[in-house]
């Protein structure tokens, strides 16, 4: 086996090991919320300090066709993550007791489970929950694509601040 396919492995297995992360309390939680629309999210470059790392996100949300929300904010990892990610793009599913979330909704913090990997080419999932008085949760729909050499594990956390200029020009 390669060594380009052995590490493509493991990061399969590790986006796999985080989805399993999920805990069994929002599970029940879960089905009673409807999908609210997606998150995505452009994350910036940088290092990985062994201990965990901090990336700035530019991310849109778009909640119905014709309408979108745009937000800025972090991205913390603690736990493992050592290496250089030189981009990488995140999608969610956005997770909510109704889909009509009001303007801004998604502002606030969340905090999951993450794991990815890259050599080169990579992927990884982060499984979070939080915002509005905890009731919103983002769920990974694809495996997060990344670039650099990197690997990383454990708690991220996630702050998003809403746009309230670009707010303004939203068709």
Sequence with gaps: MTSKIRKMMVAAALVLAVASLVPAAH???QKATVRAGYLTCHVSSGWGFIFG???????????QPGYTEYYSG???????????????????????????????????HYAGATA????????????????FKNSIALQPITIEGQNGLNVAAGVAE?????DKKKAAKVS
């Excluded at 990815?116 to 915002?131: E, H, I, K, M, T």
């Excluded at 996630?158 to 809403?162: E, G, Y």
């Design 53 to 63: 790392s901090s990336r700035s996100l530019k991310c849109s949300y778009a909640m």
């Design 158 to 162: 996630l702050t998003l601040h809403f």
């Design 74 to 108: 972090s991205i913390s990892k603690f736990g493992a993550d050592i290496g250089y990610l030189s981009s990488a793009v995140m999608i969610w599913a956005v997770l909510a007791p109704t889909n009509n979330l009001g303007q801004g909704a998604l502002a606030g």
């Design 116 to 131: 990815s990997a890259a050599v080169g080419v990579g992927a990884g999932a982060n499984v979070l929950v939080g915002g």
């Design 27 to 29: 599970a029940d939680e």
